[in-house]
């Protein structure tokens, strides 16, 4: 019988992939509706409502969707020439950088779900909506809840990320 802790890490990484996984079918179709916006403005005179509004909350959507297996793959955007060459020569110290790193990424997005979850609220009390009535309107709500679940993902990647590089200081006396 496997560990609960094990389970729920798969676990976790299958949402993780499938959130990022849902993102990339939100480009696929993002793609599909301006490249049918496109052809219906050259071919008819007559662009798709919405379009606009629809890429700009897509675009926020994709980027919390993809963001924690960005992060759990080391793909987030940071210079590595220098951190590499400290974990390959001072493994410790390399780790504690590790760990501090990790620990910063999740409080800065402790932050963001600080600021996103309030406007989250309002925007489902207050029915906010992106367009223009009459034309077309979507609401913005689910976006939010897109990015306040996108940004907790993030945090907990960032901690069990963390928590490997505590793990490996713990667990290694040939540290330098």
Do not use: C
């Not at 599909?32 to 509004?53: H, M």
């Not at 940071?78 to 390959?88: A, N, P, V």
């Not at 306040?148 to 963390?162: E, N, R, Y």
């Amino acid at each position: 019988m496997s560990e609960p802790g094990n389970f729920i890490a798969r676990a976790f990484s299958k949402f993780v992939t499938t959130l990022s996984s849902i993102g990339g079918i939100l480009i696929f179709a993002m793609i599909v509706l301006i490249n049918l916006d496109v052809f219906s403005r050259f071919l008819f005179n007559a662009p798709i409502d919405g379009v606009t509004e629809l890429v700009e909350l897509s675009i926020v959507a994709i980027v919390f969707l993809q963001l924690g297996d960005a992060v759990r793959n080391g793909r987030l955007t940071r210079s590595d020439g220098l951190y590499g060459r400290i974990q390959l020569r001072r493994p410790r110290i390399g780790h504690i950088l590790g760990a501090l790193f990790d620990l910063a990424g999740a409080a800065f997005f402790i932050t963001i779900i600080a600021g996103s979850v309030p406007r989250l609220i309002d925007a489902w009390e207050r029915g906010y909506y992106s367009g223009n009535r009459g034309i077309f309107v979507v609401p913005v709500w689910p976006v939010r809840l897109i990015l306040v679940i996108g940004a907790v993902t993030v945090v907990v990647v960032f901690l069990g990320l963390m928590w490997r590089h505590l793990a490996a200081l713990r667990s290694r006396d040939d540290l330098q």
